[in-house]
């Protein structure tokens, strides 16, 4: 199971190909024909890819996630892929909480029953207020494996 880890506050998320999915989502369907990261080097490429997100970079970070929260609207929930590798993959979590739900920004639902932009949010309004590094965490993974947060500025 992963999570947003910040300080001491771990916030659930699921499998880690949930997460996967989800970031494999916002490149399939929001930066077509671009680079990984290029439209939203903060999500995909800090948090994501480097597995931390500095608090001096918080504020656009939300403007990333609310771009996409927005923009998965109008993105029918049938389109979700679960592989941008494999995209005849199905989904490997109980689907049956989503399946009624219209589009993107409604399908990716944790295990908790919360909606994974609820979690980014609530995480990086945490980070912000205590000035702390948000950080993609497996529960599965021993502390050295993990990314480093940054020194409480």
């Not at 699921?14 to 494999?24: K, N, P, Q």
């Not at 903060?42 to 990333?64: F, M, P, R």
């Not at 109980?94 to 609530?122: C, H, M, R, W």
Request: glycine fraction near 4%; aromatic fraction near 14%.
């Amino acid at each position: 199971m992963v999570g947003l880890k910040i300080e001491n506050d771990f916030y659930l998320i699921g499998t880690a190909e949930f997460l996967i999915s989800f970031f494999d989502n916002i490149h399939y369907h929001l930066e077509r024909n671009k680079h990984w990261g290029e439209r939203y080097p903060l999500l995909l490429n800090s948090l994501y890819t480097n597995g931390k997100l500095c608090v001096s970079d918080i504020d656009k970070a939300v403007e990333e996630l609310l771009e996409i929260k927005d923009k998965f609207k109008a993105i029918k929930a049938h389109e979700a892929i679960w592989d941008i590798n494999d995209l005849k993959k199905v989904a490997l979590e109980t689907t049956s909480q989503v399946k009624a739900n219209s589009n993107l920004a409604e399908y990716f639902i944790t295990p908790d029953g919360i909606n994974i932009f609820d979690i980014f949010f609530e995480a990086f309004e945490i980070s912000k207020i205590y000035k702390w590094d948000v950080i993609i965490w497996n529960m599965f993974k021993s502390m050295n494996d993990q990314p480093k947060p940054s020194q409480n500025k």
